[in-house]
């Protein structure tokens, strides 16, 4: 591997990482992206929070997300969102809202609105850039026109009535239906979600699934399927079937892994590696070198031969404890790859509230790195440790990201001014 | 409604199960209620065990003696329910050197089986012991699934006639004269009270025969001891392991199936509800019982969960909880002047049995009913002739993926089939459905993942199926969240805390199941 | 409990195996998940292992219908790859019932050099009939054969020899318009090494011992290993397991291309090669390498298919996020021809959405793959080497 020094290298391949990436690319900066693993999107929705609740106290769900972020910039300084300003929120969220809403996924938003989801649960989920193929999703429960819930036989991580049973007392209109793929599948196939998504990519699949489904939509304006409507070409998937079937179709986001999360991943690291930049997926990073104040490399291991990598500086997207960016022992929660000081209640008795959903959400949740307002991670005396390097994303301290369903909304604010405050370091500039 | 029986059982734990199966097997037409589900109690929240006897060979001979002949009996008649693990008892540098010698000596004296061996040759029966080990004696030690113990019990009960109330709690007795004459009971479920005229009643209701005694308007002194106990995501030895020294916390570590269990303490509480394991508490047994297996210091732990043992506390002023016998007391009542209510407390899992035994041969010889027991020799169901397996052929059966249909629980292979048939029997039975009725019916939800992912297909397929209608799934789903939650609050860190991250983020990201939109 | 429990165990433990959270990524990507009677996938068998059912892992069939490619552990969250714990249960399967020809072309190639059983007499033969030809149209084409101190010691995948010989004259005008310092060897010069596939270490370790031991006997700075994907794998992998000490560096033929193109040591038409193409990702060069730390060839041979070809359309998804060609692990030669191609469909969508005559298959084995797809499924597209492409290309004065 050649030596080279970087300008900037992010550790992490999450949505933090990846966004931050893109934002350094368009500064010019010589940026690399290391990664474990995947990251969290394939476990989301698709769809990206911004923040729909706050406070989380009274479960306060805000129609207006930038309502809500201003009253929190303003009652929580040290929250990330508190750290960036409001301006600098606004200003990543539009860069990457017009981003995803130009790109091959067709996001779309009501700027000003959070919308609402309809879940596999049949609970409503408040987000605010949602995927082209959960556009008519919004569209449907706000209408309340007949709409048919379709399931497919054997598919057990989504059940219409499911989610047609919890919605109806509201929506009266709302029916679930399922079909029998096996037939238009071939025997040998499980109606497992990667095989439907495949089976949908085909034309002559979606023409013979419209055959069956045809007769079974009645009066139904809208039909809603599971998230399995293709991989990338989910868009003309979508297409082609409202067209074979003449009403709008839209997804319903399922558990794990989760397909129009996987679509939003494979998208942005594509379009990543198509600007030159490169990512490294599948590489733990073992260590970071000092130099002085400064963090100068990073080391990450082959098969038993370690690598290394320079840079001027370093944002640290590593996530929290799913993403191995935060370990918790059983006392006590430490950074893994500097050591950074953590703050945890001391008795793991305080890290969890008694009730697993209850407000305001547990304690654990708002561990994590303290930053300077540069997103430098501080030593317990408050000086940043290292004069080059920065945390974003969900490692960051002060935000219960589950509970604001804010999870996109940090990852991808902090990951913009991340790189934009790296960017102003380069060339040795502090 | 009212219900007349000759008699009624109180209490759906192991024990209670037992006698039910004991009354109907001697011809007595027999009534058991339960406030909860089965195994709500200690039955659900032990070791599962089936000691040999070793543990209590020296400071307990009564109670050992006990053990020896029932793990002999069980390991016949329940051998579908049993793993015969053997079990090693290990003596680690500093434990007292002359345990050993009596260990052997109190073996012998109450009929043992037990074979000293080299640290040598235990280490190559079990790597993972710690290395240090100095001696170490073989037992018949053997794990036991109480569950399909209680479920086997309860199932052979009402194959020959016996009726089985779940979530039926008893909210009061009348007593005239010497007879208790009406049980009045609630269905929780339901809301309908349910009045029962028993020829006699049994309480076999663990912890709680205090409360049932004192409806009758009798006094049991009962102790309660709490015992905190944990799994891991996988099973670390293939035998019982436990200290070779007086027994004390945390020496305890028994493969269960798949996982390992390591317990427990001993600590008084004044609150049968609301059983939390601390922190603390979590820790020291994860110190102490790493000493045996070192491996266990840094295992994932995926539950902790705590039982009661009710310890009749005629002595306590003079014995520590460990002291105290664990063997069991029947109490005939005639001293609080009645001659139809019997109470079985204390005991173990071990001599539930024999716990049985002795208080049925009390109720039967109160109604003229002569037949003689036979539960020492009639197998369960599904332990008949040959039905035993070797450990092979257990784990083959339990591990495999099913044969066909969609798996429902992927941590522990349970297939749409048998879900389907489950909820058949449930439904059959009057039942309530519900993802944690499943779970102590079959594995599903015990796996790493806690139910996070089951729990919800099944609710699926409840709504699918039609046995949950409007927002009933959705709250079941979260009763079944929070109930699983209890268990892994006190474990969660290193990958267990990731798991619930992942469930936490899956839920209340995707799902919104916490919100109130 | 039996040996193969707690031996995979041990090989769960070092993956880390207790931190499954079960979320099934693994198993949204993997080709051949739960498709037989047996209902395995790699989420499953880290399970199985667990519980310490590893004889039911052993004795399956569905370790042999995985192709270790690598996809799993690649979208693993926890950074367990289950392909190693497929390898690690492999290695228990007694040899003598392993199934196909996997194990027997590995004690082939431990016992005569290669996988063909070619005698050094047989191999020369063929060399030197090949050059022969070509040197009609080449002038001054030279093909040295055991020349000491050359820059480049190249392995050729037997396959050539024995089935496909014009391909050598594809590698013998490359390497001859480069201008480079190169040979090939008479002994030990096979570029595979099927071991790995069936968890035999030390058939692994010897026969790469003894081709260590060949290329410092002539004394060469630099293997050019073939476009074999397993087998540039297999050489970097075990030459940092066994510990193998070696005294010069291994890089991929396509990496060379890439530099001599950038050297401008060729003159280039990619006119000669009209049409449509595509670009096969083989794993082990490519994804396993990249996790492995060692150099990926996925923007060497990009780079060099876009120099030599006039029209080139990725397919989806690529890079180290591209599927297996249905032909790895040994998968060609296991006897198991329904799972092979019930993997490969997978495959054969991807291509059919590139809308491509030809794909490019920078691996012998992936070649085989895709050729067999290419039947099996009646398409009209075909694989191709980028050997063929490049010596196509190139233009000589």
Redesign the interface.
């Known amino acids: 591997m050649e030596r080279r020094t970087l300008d900037l290298l992010i550790i992490g391949g999450g949505l933090t990482g990846v966004v931050a990436a893109r934002r350094a690319r368009q500064l010019g900066l010589d940026v690399l992206v290391v990664a474990a693993a995947p990251g969290s999107l394939p476990y989301t929705s698709g769809a990206l929070d911004l923040i729909a609740v706050y406070p989380t106290e009274t479960k306060h769900y805000r129609p207006s997300p930038w309502e809500a972020l201003a009253e929190l910039v303003e009652h929580e300084p040290d929250h990330p969102y508190g750290k960036v300003g409001l301006g600098g929120v606004q200003r990543a969220w539009e860069d990457v809202a017009c981003y995803l809403e130009t790109g091959p996924l067709r996001y779309f938003r009501r700027r000003e609105e959070n919308l609402l989801l309809v879940t596999a649960a049949g609970t409503l989920k408040p987000t605010h850039l949602v995927p082209h193929s959960m556009r008519a999703n919004v569209l449907a429960w706000e209408s309340k026109e007949p709409t048919l819930l379709l399931g497919f036989e054997r598919l057990v991580d989504f059940t219409p009535e499911h989610a047609a049973e919890n919605l109806r007392d509201r929506w009266p209109g709302l029916r679930a239906a399922r079909v029998d793929a096996s037939a238009v599948l071939g025997e040998e196939r499980r109606a497992r979600v990667a095989e439907l998504a495949a089976a949908f990519e085909r034309p002559a699949f979606r023409e013979r699934f419209a055959e069956m489904v045809r007769p079974r939509l009645g009066s139904a304006r809208y039909l809603g399927l599971p998230a399995v409507l293709g991989f990338d070409n989910v868009v003309t998937v979508v297409e082609d079937l409202e067209r074979l079937l003449e009403v709008p179709v839209f997804e319903i986001p399922l558990l794990s892994p989760s397909l129009p999360g996987m679509r939003l991943a494979d998208l942005l690291k594509a379009d990543l590696i198509d600007d030159g930049v490169e990512v490294l997926q599948g590489q733990p990073v073992v260590r970071l070198e000092r130099g002085g104040d400064r963090v100068v490399g990073a080391v990450w291991r082959g098969q038993s031969v370690e690598r290394r990598l320079e840079a001027e500086s370093v944002i640290l997207a590593t996530g929290r404890f799913f993403g191995g960016g935060l370990v918790a022992g059983r006392s006590s929660v430490t950074e893994p790859l500097l050591g950074l000081t953590v703050e945890a209640p001391p008795s793991r008795d305080s890290w969890h509230m008694r009730t697993f959903l209850g407000a305001p959400g547990h304690p654990i949740n708002r561990v994590g790195l303290v930053t300077d307002a540069e997103l430098r991670p501080l030593a317990p005396e408050g000086r940043p440790v290292f004069s080059n390097l920065l945390a974003a994303g969900a490692i960051l301290a002060g935000h219960d990201w589950v509970r604001e369903k804010s999870g996109a909304g940090i990852s991808v604010v902090t990951g913009h001014a991340a790189a934009e405050r790296a960017g102003r370091r380069v060339g040795g500039r502090p | 409604m009212k219900l007349e029986t000759q008699a009624l059982v109180i209490g759906g734990g192991l024990t209670g199960a037992g006698v039910l199966r004991d009354l109907a097997l001697r011809g007595v037409e027999a009534v058991l209620v339960e406030r909860k589900d089965i195994d709500a109690g200690a039955s659900g929240a032990n070791h599962g065990l089936l000691h040999s006897g070793g543990r209590y060979a020296v400071n307990d001979p009564e109670s050992a003696r006990e053990c020896v002949a029932e793990n002999a009996i069980l390991g016949r008649v329940a051998a579908g329910c049993v793993e015969r693990t053997g079990g090693l008892f290990v003596a680690l540098p500093g434990d007292p050197e002359r345990y050993a010698d009596d260990f052997m000596q109190a073996a012998g004296a109450v009929g043992l089986e037990a074979r000293p061996l080299a640290a040598r040759e235990a280490l190559e029966l079990e790597p993972r012991l710690h290395p240090g080990i100095t001696t170490a004696i073989a037992v018949p030690d053997a794990s036991i699934n109480p569950f399909m113990t209680t479920v086997a019990n309860l199932a052979d009960a009402e194959e020959r006639g016996a009726r089985v109330l779940l979530h039926t709690q008893v909210t009061g007795m009348r007593r005239e004269g010497d007879r208790v004459v009406q049980v009045t009971c609630l269905d929780s479920r339901t809301g309908r009270e349910i009045v029962v005229e028993a020829g006699q009643v049994v309480s076999a209701a663990g912890p709680w025969v205090d409360r049932i005694g004192a409806m009758a308007g009798v006094e049991i002194p009962i102790a309660y001891s709490k015992g905190s106990l944990l799994i891991t995501n996988s099973r670390l030895t293939d035998r019982v392991i436990n200290r070779l020294r007086p027994p004390g916390d945390g020496d305890i570590i028994v493969p269960g199936e798949t996982v390992t269990i390591t317990g427990t303490t001993s600590i008084r509480v004044q609150n049968l509800d609301h059983l939390t394991t601390s922190a603390a508490e979590v820790d020291l047994l994860v110190d102490h019982a790493s000493r045996m297996v070192p491996a266990l210091a840094d295992a994932r732990f995926i539950r902790a969960y705590a039982g009661v043992r009710p310890l009749v506390a005629s002595r306590s002023a003079e014995y520590s909880d460990r002291g105290l016998s664990r063997t069991f007391s029947v109490f005939d009542h005639e001293e609080d002047g009645l001659t139809n209510l019997a109470t079985i407390t204390g005991g173990k899992l071990t001599t539930y049995r024999l716990m049985a035994e002795r208080v049925v041969d009390l109720v039967c010889g109160r109604l003229r009913v002569e037949s003689p027991c036979r539960t020492a020799e009639l197998p369960l169901p599904g332990s008949e002739e040959g039905a035993a397996l070797d450990a092979r052929e257990r784990l083959d059966r339990l591990a495999a993926p099913p044969p066909g249909g969609e798996v429902i629980c992927e941590c522990e292979m349970v297939g749409r089939d048998r879900v389907d048939a489950i909820v058949r029997r449930l439904r059959r039975a009057g039942h309530p459905v519900d993802p944690n009725a499943l779970r102590l019916r079959s594995r599903l939800g015990m796996g790493s993942c806690q139910g996070g992912f089951c729990g919800f297909r099944t609710v699926g397929l409840l709504y699918r199926d039609g046995h949950v209608a409007g927002h009933e799934g959705n709250e079941t789903l979260i009763r079944f969240l929070e109930r699983r939650w209890g268990g892994l609050r006190p474990v969660l860190w290193g990958d267990q805390l990731r798991q619930e991250q992942l469930l936490e983020a899956i839920y209340c990201g995707t799902l919104n199941i916490d919100g109130d939109l | 409990?039996?040996r193969p429990w707690?031996q995979l165990?041990r090989a769960l433990m070092a993956e880390g195996?207790?931190?499954?959270?079960?979320?099934?990524?693994c198993?949204?990507?993997c080709p051949v998940?739960?498709?037989s009677?047996?209902?395995?996938d790699p989420?499953?068998v880290v399970?199985?292992i667990?519980?310490?059912?590893g004889?039911?892992v052993v004795d399956c069939d569905w370790i042999w219908h995985c192709t270790l490619c690598g996809r799993c552990?690649?979208?693993?969250?926890?950074?367990i790859d289950a392909g190693q714990l497929v390898a690690a249960a492999r290695g228990l399967v007694a040899r003598d019932r392993s199934p196909g020809q996997v194990q027997k072309t590995a004690d082939l190639h431990r016992t005569t050099g290669n996988n063909m059983q070619l005698t050094p007499e047989q191999w020369i033969e063929t060399v030197e009939w090949m050059r022969d030809e070509l040197a009609d149209e080449v002038e001054g084409l030279e093909v040295p054969v055991d020349r000491p101190g050359a820059d480049l010691f190249l392995t050729v995948n037997s396959k050539l020899p024995m089935y496909y010989p014009a391909d050598l004259q594809d590698i013998y005008k490359i390497f001859h318009a480069a201008g480079v310092s190169w040979t090939l060897s008479s002994t030990w010069w096979e570029g595979t090494n099927y071991a790995m596939f069936t968890g035999d270490l030390e058939t692994w370790e010897h026969t790469l011992r003894q081709q260590v031991a060949r290329v410092h006997e002539l004394g060469c700075p630099t293997v050019a290993y073939t476009e074999c994907g397993h087998g540039y794998y297999a050489t970097?992998?075990g030459l940092?397991?066994f510990g193998i000490d070696h005294r010069f560096e291994v890089v991929h033929k396509v990496t060379l291309y890439a530099r001599w193109i950038r050297e401008g040591r060729f003159r280039l038409d990619p006119s000669r090669n009209p049409g449509l193409f595509t670009l096969h990702d083989p794993c082990n060069a490519v994804?396993k390498a990249?996790?492995?730390?060692?150099?990926s060839i996925a923007d060497d041979a990009r780079f060099v298919l876009r120099h030599v070809c006039a029209d080139f359309v990725e397919m989806?998804?690529n890079?180290?996020?591209n599927y297996c060609c249905s032909g790895g692990g040994g998968a060609l030669i296991a006897g198991f021809k329904r799972a092979r191609t019930?993997y490969g469909?997978?495959k054969v969508?991807q291509v059919d959405?590139t809308g491509a005559g030809q794909v490019c298959t920078p691996c012998v084995n992936c070649f085989d793959g895709i050729d067999n797809l290419a039947r099996d499924f009646k398409r009209p597209w075909r694989p191709v080497h980028l050997w063929t492409l490049l010596a196509r290309a190139i233009v000589l004065e």
């Open positions: 409990m039996s707690e165990r195996g207790d931190s499954c959270l079960a979320c099934g990524a198993v949204a990507g998940a739960d498709w009677e047996e209902r395995l989420r499953r399970r199985l667990q519980y310490g059912a004889d039911r552990g690649f979208t693993c969250p926890s950074g970097l992998a940092e397991r994804r990249a996790m492995a730390g060692f150099r989806i998804p890079r180290d996020a019930h469909r997978t969508e959405r």
